[in-house]
Structures are given as C-alpha cells and as structure tokens.
C-alpha cells in the first residue's frame, strides 16, 4: 500500500500517456498488505500505462464526444488553436504528444494559478 503523495510520484515520473515510451523502473517503498511490513518493490512504466489506460481511453472518448458536439465555428477555432491541457493530468509524460496524435488537434499544457499537490511541485 502506498500513500496519495508516492502515487503521484510514481504518475509523474513513471507514468506515459502514450503507448509506445521508452521503458523506465522505478523503486516504490509501501507496505506489505500480506505481512504488513514494509516492502520496496520496482514498477515499470509499462505496468502503469497499464493501469491507468482506462481512464486515459475515458478521457479521450470524452474529448472526442465534446468535440463532436460543439458549433462548427468553435471546432473552426479548436482546429486552429488547438486544445490547452489543464490540471493534474496534463502532467503526465506524453499526454500533450499523445492526445495530438489522437485527436490531430494540437495541445499544448497550461499551468494553472492552482496549488499543485505537494509532489507534483517537488517533480517541477
């Protein structure tokens, strides 16, 4: 088990949008939920595009949805300017490059006046 500031870690510097990334470990420190003792284990990035492409799959659908219903002049504007990635998510590795690609729109990331969780502002 790991606390809500290592799973952030671990997203932003393990963590890839796209599929096909270069392959990177990392050392995660947790605890045993078997033994409840503390245990060190080594994840990949692979193992947590893995676990969070569903929700990378959601996020697509729904930008692709809204995309699909909005004015023809806004998806004028969208085509033109592209789209500006805010928030938590648009941290992770590739999500800019990735979401382009699917999307052939262009994205770009926007930091925004919010306070990030703490690690996100250690890993910037």
């Known amino acids: 088990m790991i606390g809500e500031r290592t799973a952030e870690n671990i997203k932003l510097e393990v ?3 796209h599929p ?5 470990t990392m050392e995660v420190r947790g605890r ?3 033994s409840g003792l503390p245990k060190t284990i080594t994840v990949t990035s692979t193992e947590i595009h893995n676990a969070i492409r569903e929700s990378l799959d959601k996020i697509l659908e729904t930008i692709h949805t809204t995309l699909e219903n909005c ?3 806004l998806s004028g504007d969208i085509v033109d300017r592209g789209i500006v ?5 648009a941290l992770l590795n590739g999500m800019q490059d990735w979401l382009s690609q699917e999307l ?4 770009t990331w926007h930091q925004t006046h919010s306070k990030p969780l703490p690690s996100a502002q250690d890993a910037h």
């Open 15 to 17: 963590g890839y949008a």
């Open 20 to 24: 096909d990334h270069e392959e990177i």
């Open 32 to 34: 045993d939920l078997v």
């Open 71 to 73: 004015p023809p002049e």
């Open 85 to 89: 990635l805010a928030g938590g998510g």
């Open 104 to 107: 052939n729109v262009p994205c």
